[in-house]
């Protein structure tokens, strides 16, 4: 089991990291008043922002932690219980993550189109 212990920072700080990923939207330029947009693009993030991501982390973050305990004490043995909890949450953990980063842009974007704005992605 220790083999895998130098891959735990790296999902550690994947997990901090993807909040982040979505970017911006994208949108056709074409005739659009780039000053409105920027107002109408602050309004749809902060009511993206609604989003509990912290609530989605921590909640798959358990439910990982129940499932990789659950496989860990198919072994039988007491440390690969800890190793599974570990893993389980770290991955719920990720997973939670870019659930509600995905959840954000699609809110941000589909506030975009529905004030009038062609969003390519």
Same mark, same amino acid.
């Given at each position: 089991?220790?083999?895998?212990? =130098?891959?735990?920072?790296?999902?550690? @700080?994947? @997990?901090?990291?993807?909040?982040?990923?979505?970017?911006? =939207?994208?949108? %056709?330029?074409?005739?659009?008043?780039?000053?409105? /947009? #920027?107002?109408?693009?602050? &309004?749809? &993030?902060?009511?993206?922002?609604?989003?509990?991501?912290? *609530?989605?982390?921590?909640?798959?973050?358990?439910?990982?932690?129940?499932?990789? *305990?659950?496989?860990?004490?198919?072994?039988? %043995?007491?440390?690969?219980?800890?190793?599974? *909890?570990?893993?389980?949450?770290?991955?719920? *953990?990720?997973?939670?993550?870019?659930?509600?980063? #995905? #959840?954000?842009?699609?809110?941000?974007?589909?506030?975009? /189109?529905?004030?009038? /704005?062609?969003?390519?992605?």
């Amino acid at each position: 089991m220790k083999i895998y212990s =130098p891959l735990l920072p790296i999902l550690l @700080c994947s @997990c901090l990291l993807l909040p982040g990923c979505a970017g911006r =939207p994208i949108i %056709d330029t074409a005739g659009v008043d780039m000053q409105q /947009y #920027q107002v109408d693009l602050a &309004e749809c &993030e902060k009511i993206a922002q609604q989003v509990d991501v912290d *609530a989605s982390i921590a909640g798959s973050a358990g439910l990982g932690a129940l499932i990789g *305990a659950a496989f860990g004490l198919l072994t039988g %043995d007491s440390s690969a219980v800890a190793y599974g *909890a570990g893993w389980g949450a770290v991955s719920g *953990a990720t997973s939670g993550g870019m659930a509600a980063d #995905q #959840q954000h842009a699609m809110i941000s974007k589909n506030c975009l /189109y529905h004030r009038g /704005y062609t969003v390519l992605n």
